[in-house]
């Protein structure tokens, strides 16, 4: 056994920066490559590329099976997309090396719901190559749906789920401002829903599906609605200036239907700058049961960081599950890796049995 | 494969009834038998015993392996005591026969605290005969530990921790209130804290614990404090009077430290009627790290109801377990158990399978 788990990183965007920073911060963990699929970055030293003051030693390589060959990772992290169409190549590429992955794609949080017969690919493959692979993350992948089904473990009946998580984007890049409308005006968001550049946020019926397996609930329906969030005063990041008029964010919900009636109700606001217009940032959980069950934080969890340490948080789970295609539900819940992580994974799935 | 899930509930109290209406109720579960302590209900029928207007054709047996070798169960739940001294016997009995267990003695969500030797023995024993045993409930077992644990999970570095946990003990049967002194004067109090018949609550190491191998840390001593709760006004239950000046309950505080510096604080003030002075029931979980994370809710994740759903919530999860002795934070997160309980076993740990 190797003293460090060798990890690679995939995409040095915002979330792939993170998530390399927090690689190279943990004891145990070693950051045995970087790919990016940014020709422009090609050669550069990671250390560069994600604001650090010194080389690594890590070229950014935008050739992934060339980088799998040469820095032998035992475990990937994808950050480069958000869909399933774009995540696949990378995927495959990887769980055919024999390459253990975690996913911060949204829509690999559960492959199944968007792509079934993909998801059957996958998980074969995993199983053919001895890996196992994970798709996690803030949202979908915690806050709407494994936390929410975490809490449904002290009800004896569930009537009916409603999860709030009203967010600040001030922090992320232009894709993602701009999947979200932000600095549209009103008639460009309209046509923006229309042709699907403003696609609000990805991951709801990957949350609700994931509930409803757990509480093996059928879905007949899901109504997604998609408003713009006017901005009345200006709103200003380091990429984006909304003047009053404009699109300040997208406020998207899905409600999903059993039996005729609304179950699981999910309601995500995304806006940058929501302190300007008094907005609280905050995560709510009410589920009515027996018991009934409220949980609330704010402002709420924030995005970006915490996908980044989920991502990193869930290696040793990954290590020690299983070959195949894992969900969030699927596996012991995280927890923040603090120690040497090599000697994290020893203690995974042992804590009952120490003496 | 028999068409349902046969289960032994141990112990006729307000727990082990509460638990055995759960399996009665539950498409999937059969209650396949009834172990009591109390002699005087022996051969009673279990109906009647917990409330029901029918019934079951389930005697009360006061003799383990009796009813054992009789109803043939596949998973006992076990509620008839709170430390391992108490449950041992049974727990060996179970095992032996090669029963798995759900145990909701507080001492057993985390068993090599209390009892590494026992610890280690169950677990061998566990092992040569295949089953698997796991120890839950509302607290210790989820909110100041499972539920803690999770949401470091969104964490890249864990300071400190403060979780609270201020309850109503209103719902609860004369045993529980007098191990909080509920009743009591100040001076019994003081006594009954010096010879043990106080003992407020159980589970404060386990949590810890539980917290701090989730984390990796090491934790150098744990200081617990035992305060009487004075009542200024009358309160009244179904089974106590607590008259002004008398103890209403017991305010319990445990403080671990590491590195010489407190980073697991757990508060857990418990109480009958709260409400007549004002107090706000509530959990509360505050990690300070980054980034800092605050969950809270009010009133309390009431505890009756919760640990009773958490035992039969669990039954799939342990089904599907490997052999050996488990804590909750080693299996897949609980859910509530909705559809057929049979069926709910086949989906566990297949959610990112399906196609």
Redesign the interface.
């Given at each position: 056994m190797r003293d460090t788990i060798r990890v690679l990183v995939l995409g040095t965007g915002n979330m792939g920066s993170e998530i390399a920073r927090?690689v190279l911060?943990k004891p145990g963990l070693e950051l045995a490559g970087a790919y990016g699929r940014r020709h422009e970055r090609a050669g550069m030293d990671l250390g560069h590329a994600i604001g650090l003051d010194r080389e690594l030693g890590v070229p950014i390589d935008t050739d992934l099976a060339a980088v799998i060959e040469r820095s032998r990772p035992e475990i990937a992290i994808q950050a480069t997309c958000s869909r399933i169409v774009d995540a696949r190549e990378e995927l495959e590429a990887l769980v055919g090396h024999g390459v253990h992955v975690i996913s911060i794609a949204e829509q690999m949080v559960?492959?199944?719901c968007s792509s079934?017969?993909f998801?059957?690919d996958l998980?074969e493959m995993a199983l053919a190559r001895g890996v196992a692979v994970?798709g996690t993350g803030?949202n979908p992948g915690?806050v709407l749906d494994?936390?929410v089904?975490?809490l449904?473990?002290?009800?004896?009946?569930?009537r009916s789920i409603v999860a709030r998580r009203v967010n600040d984007l001030s922090p992320y890049g232009p894709s993602v401002l701009a999947a979200q409308g932000v600095g549209m005006s009103p008639e460009a968001f309209s046509e923006g829903l229309a042709d699907g550049r403003v696609a609000g946020h990805y991951g709801f019926a990957e949350s609700i599906h994931?509930i409803a397996?757990?509480?093996?609930?059928q879905i007949e329906r899901i109504e997604e609605t998609r408003e713009p969030i006017i901005a009345r005063v200006r709103r200003e990041t380091a990429t984006v200036v909304v003047e009053p008029g404009q699109v300040a964010g997208c406020s998207h919900t899905a409600v999903a239907y059993r039996e005729g009636r609304p179950v699981i109700s999910l309601i995500h606001p995304q806006q940058v700058q929501p302190q300007a217009e008094g907005v609280t940032t905050e995560?709510v959980i009410e589920i009515v049961?027996?018991?009934s069950?409220?949980?609330?934080?704010?402002p709420e969890?924030?995005g970006g960081?915490?996908t980044?340490?989920?991502a990193?948080?869930?290696i040793p789970r990954v290590l020690s599950a299983p070959p195949?295609?894992?969900?969030m539900?699927?596996?012991?819940?995280?927890?923040?890796?603090?120690?040497?992580a090599r000697?994290?994974l020893h203690?995974t799935?042992?804590?009952?049995?120490?003496?």
């Open positions: 927090l911060d559960y492959p199944a079934p017969s998801a059957r998980r994970l803030i915690f494994l936390l089904i975490t449904t473990g002290v009800c004896a009946d569930v994931l397996a757990a509480l093996g609930w995560d049961g027996s018991p069950v409220r949980l609330a934080g704010s969890i924030p960081q915490a980044a340490a989920l990193v948080n869930m195949g295609l894992h969900t539900p699927d596996l012991p819940v995280p927890a923040a890796l603090m120690g040497d000697q994290r203690d799935g042992q804590a009952g049995q120490h003496g």
